[in-house]
């Protein structure tokens, strides 16, 4: 199928695409994918650079005539988030992506993420810059890792590093849309130490799995209302304390990433053995309203409790009260802009107890710097009111929109242009790397466009396979303006 992938059009970018498929580049993994990277700017004849943090910098000289036109480069990033189906054999540190094509037009994956975000803006960014045919003002890009997990990438770049004055990042997912302001985000690592004991003889354990909620990525589909498995699992466990029925958490894991919203998830509570049944009742009565109150935004969802064989630990009724609190993390949307539009929000990604430690990564976003204080305030006192330790903080700031740019007006002609239609310009509400790379260029002149990419950072990612064209013929067209 990589072959059929390889002939669609335009068909510089699928083949870029394809090879990309093949290179594991989950956050924290992109050595490999910096090297193919460097390889086809060898290749192609590009200058090329590595910078300490492993970002990839590549140039391409201007058409001759046009050396002296400002210099335009690209930009994206090198990771991807990992999600897998439930019970799939997938290491994503060492195995291929196997992407597909869909008889609907669109090209997927089995079972995986498809690394559509960003592989397939790394993918135009290099088909424009080795297009031999393209007439052109002197070219760049600028490929970044670990931007889905901390920015750490754009955050490690300087000044220097920036090499022109307009940029394109193509890491937006609608085609015809023209972004020009995202929000900040706020990365928290919530650690708990709770006590481990051996699980008494005269206990039972119930095990509870939500699986087949549709997750999402946390920023893109924030308003969607969709259910949050690790939120799930901890308010059902705390219904049953309205029952008067105590119970040990033995075992809790849900989610992947802190920026995509899990959609599955299982914990294994252990009780005395003459509550089990009076629990088991508890908790099938609130799974179906948790099933009726989300079926429209998760109709496949499904939550099964039963009862399972005990595990060796388990920890103290006061210490599972206290990891359930913590499910006041994901508080969702927190605040909106006058039209309704996702202001500041907030999402439990993850969170796991494991090995006699507990652990919550959370991701918040907000557009506002009082945004930002409300939600670093809100998710502290969480946090100490269960009696839990914030490990890690990490802040990358909003993009605040230039709507009088002037390369956003040659966007929007040249997209006019080609589909005859008229561009949307937006502000939203997930990450992009362009509000670090203007604080580090304050004269930087940058926009965001992408093609159709629906389902990130779930195993329903996919590309549409036209959208990718008109997207490729629209920074051609928009080049062919600037260099006029």
């Known amino acids: 199928m990589e072959n059929a992938i390889s002939k ?3 068909r510089s970018v699928w083949h870029f695409f394809s090879r990309i498929a093949k290179v594991p580049r989950v956050s924290g993994n992109e050595a490999g994918i910096g090297d193919l990277l460097l390889e086809i700017a060898r290749e192609h004849g590009l200058g090329s650079s590595r910078t300490p943090d492993g970002n990839i910098i590549l140039t391409a000289d201007a058409t001759p005539g046009l050396q002296d036109r ?29 992407a597909v094509i869909t008889e609907d037009g669109f090209v997927t994956a089995e079972g995986t993420t498809l690394g559509a975000d960003d592989g397939i803006g790394m993918a135009l960014a290099l088909a424009v810059l080795t297009a031999p045919e393209l007439r052109h003002p002197p070219l760049a890009a600028v490929f970044t890792v670990s931007e889905e997990t901390s920015m750490q990438g754009a955050l490690a770049l300087t000044p220097d590093d920036i090499p022109g004055s ?36 005269d206990f039972g354990t119930i095990a509870i799995t939500v699986a087949d909620g549709r997750g999402g990525h946390s920023g893109m589909e924030a308003d969607r209302g969709s259910l949050n498995a690790a939120t799930a699992l901890l308010t059902l466990i705390c219904s049953l304390a309205n029952e008067d029925i105590k119970v040990n958490l033995s075992s809790l ?71 359930i609190n913590l499910r006041g993390l994901n508080t969702g949307i927190l605040e909106r802009t006058p039209d309704g539009q996702p202001l500041t929000s907030c999402n439990l990604g993850r969170i796991s107890l494991d090995g006699g430690k ?51 007006r040659i966007m ?73």
């Not at 959609?263 to 009742?281: Q, T, V, Y």
């Not at 990419?453 to 590309?463: L, P």
């Open 8 to 10: 669609l059009e335009p």
């Open 70 to 98: 400002p210099r335009v480069f690209f930009q994206a990033h090198m990771d991807m988030v990992g999600v897998k189906e439930e019970g799939l054999s997938f290491d994503f540190s060492r195995d291929p992506i196997s």
């Open 166 to 201: 307009l940029g394109i990042n193509i890491d937006s997912e609608d085609i015809g849309e023209i972004c020009i302001g995202c929000a900040g985000g706020l990365a928290l690592n919530i650690a708990y130490t709770p006590e481990i004991s051996e699980v008494p003889r």
């Open 253 to 323: 894991n849900s989610g992947t990433v802190r920026n995509a919203i899990p959609g599955s998830g299982r914990a294994e509570i252990a009780l005395p053995e003459a509550l089990i049944n009076k629990a088991l009742d508890s908790l099938e009565d609130i799974s179906a309203r948790i099933t009726e109150k989300y079926r429209n935004t998760d109709p496949d969802i499904s939550i099964t409790i039963d009862r399972a064989p005990n595990r060796n630990i388990m920890v103290s009724a006061q210490d599972t009260a206290n990891i």
């Open 358 to 408: 507990a652990e919550a990564f959370i991701l918040g976003r907000f557009a506002t710097e009082a945004g930002k204080e409300m939600l670093a305030s809100r998710l502290k006192k969480t946090a100490a009111d269960a009696g839990a330790v914030i490990t890690f903080e990490e802040r990358y700031s909003q993009w605040e929109p230039v709507y009088e740019s002037p390369l956003c």
């Open 412 to 484: 929007t002609a040249s997209y006019r242009e080609i589909t005859g239609e008229e561009p949307r310009i937006t502000v939203i509400h997930a990450g992009l790397e362009c509000g670090l790379l203007r604080n580090l260029r304050p004269d930087l002149d940058i926009v965001s466009v992408g093609p159709n990419v629906f389902g990130a950072h779930t195993t329903e990612e996919r590309v549409e396979i036209s959208s990718v064209k008109t997207c490729y013929d629209w920074i051609v067209r928009a080049l062919e303006k600037l260099s006029s």
